[in-house]
């Protein structure tokens, strides 16, 4: 079985940087899609950011131009560097990925534990 595994969330003042990480583990034969989706409480989840085995990135709009991912495909790793953290920022940051798995015949989506970014004013 595939797992995500984040790490990286935390309490931080308005205006500064966070950064999360998420390893992927398990029979991965090929990641396509690794991003990061994010939830507040009482509202619905959220696209933050996605980034492509090749290197193309997709943003949520509220977040565009403060945010940044990458990715690791070595290590089958996503990072999403956070800057100018705003309150509106918090929530809980889940990290998802469209992975084949050895045996698999088709790309399946598998989703982190969560980690929790809490930005105060």
């Known amino acids: 079985q595939v797992q995500l595994v984040e790490s990286g969330g935390g309490l931080v003042q308005a205006g500064g940087s966070l950064r999360l990480s998420c390893a992927a583990s398990?029979?991965?034969?090929?990641?396509?899609?690794m991003g990061w989706y994010r939830q507040a409480p009482g509202k619905q989840r959220e696209l933050v950011a996605t980034v492509r085995s090749y290197g193309v990135t997709n943003y949520g709009d509220s977040v565009k131009g403060r945010f940044t991912t990458s990715r690791d495909n070595a290590k089958n790793t996503v990072y999403l560097q956070m800057n100018n953290l705003r309150p509106e920022d918090t929530g809980v940051y889940y990290c998802?990925?469209?992975?084949?798995?050895?045996?698999?015949?088709?790309?399946?989506?598998?989703w982190g534990q969560g980690t929790q970014v809490t930005v105060s004013s």
């Open positions: 998802h990925a469209e992975a084949l798995t050895y045996g698999g015949r088709s790309f399946d989506d598998y």
């Open positions: 398990g029979p991965i034969f090929k990641i396509d899609v």
